[in-house]
């Protein structure tokens, strides 16, 4: 099994660390493509901070965030589990994992990066800011450039397992199952997870919950040791964990699943 992640807007910074160094990253046949986007990422923050500032949509009071981008090959790294905040990496709590579920998290987790591709956790990066949905100035679509490629990894590292995709809409474009490279059938072997706030027999997609709830089925996951390798296994294996889950058919993008929460 393969759990995709999305990355977080908000990342920590380590203080200290070892400069980037991509041989030593997973999925090294990735490397061409993020020197292309490192190189054009860091020649767009070296220059007009403003202009720069305006493509990477962040605002005039945090022009660092584009200082950090020119710096990102001379920046201290930290694992990528470390390096990822806000509530769904709040939930999951990589750090406080037992032994066993951090070694199943280095094989079964991976998060889609706009400027690395694909990480795992125990990957070494430094900390950076690039939505998915940027176009950078010569490259294009940030999407576009990893789109050729990022099949290939998913499928090496999932191997015959499943991929249960939980990244969120704008990563989704980075790799389409079904359509880009990659020898992964998205009718059999990729599962979607949507979570659904139920209150009052009323049913809607709330982010806060949608992010927490996510967290907290990666990490039970990982803790449980369950390996399904079809969306209805993974749909079992979720129940006796203590979750509502209902099953869609199977689509081009994979089969849905659908976790029901009344509270936090």
């Known amino acids: 099994m393969l759990i995709l992640l999305p990355p977080s807007e908000g990342k920590t910074a380590p203080r200290r660390g070892a400069p980037l160094a991509l041989d030593s990253l997973s999925h090294p046949a990735l490397n061409p493509t993020r020197e292309r986007v490192l190189d ?51 939930h999951l709590d990589a750090g406080g994992l037992s032994a066993a579920a951090k070694r199943r998290a280095s094989s079964r987790l991976a998060v889609v990066s706009s400027v690395f591709g694909l ?22 679509p940030v999407a576009s450039a990893w789109r050729p490629v990022l099949g290939e990894a998913v499928a090496a ?47 809607k997609v709330v982010s806060h919950f949608n992010k927490a709830t996510k967290g907290r089925i990666v990490r039970a996951l990982l803790e449980d040791g369950a390996d399904p390798t079809t969306p209805a296994r993974l749909a079992e ?28």
């Open 40 to 90: 054009t990422l860091v020649t767009l923050c070296s220059g007009h901070a403003e202009h720069a500032a305006s493509v990477l949509e962040v605002g005039s009071t945090q022009l660092d965030l584009v200082t950090a981008n020119a710096r990102l090959r001379e920046a201290p790294t930290g694992r990528a589990d470390a390096i990822y905040t806000g509530v769904l990496y709040d």
């Open 119 to 140: 990480v795992r956790p125990g990957d070494r990066v430094p900390a950076y800011r690039l939505s998915g949905q940027t176009s950078l100035p010569g490259l294009g």
């Open 157 to 203: 590292q999932v191997g015959r397992g499943l991929v249960v995709d939980l990244r969120s809409s704008v990563y989704a474009g980075f790799w389409r199952p079904g359509k880009d490279a990659g020898d992964v059938d998205p009718r059999t072997r990729v599962a979607t997870v949507r979570v659904l706030h139920e209150q009052g027999g009323k049913r």
């Open 237 to 264: 294996a979720l129940r006796d964990l203590g979750w509502a889950v209902e099953v869609g058919e199977p689509g081009a993008q994979g089969t849905r699943l659908d976790v029901v929460v009344t509270e936090l």
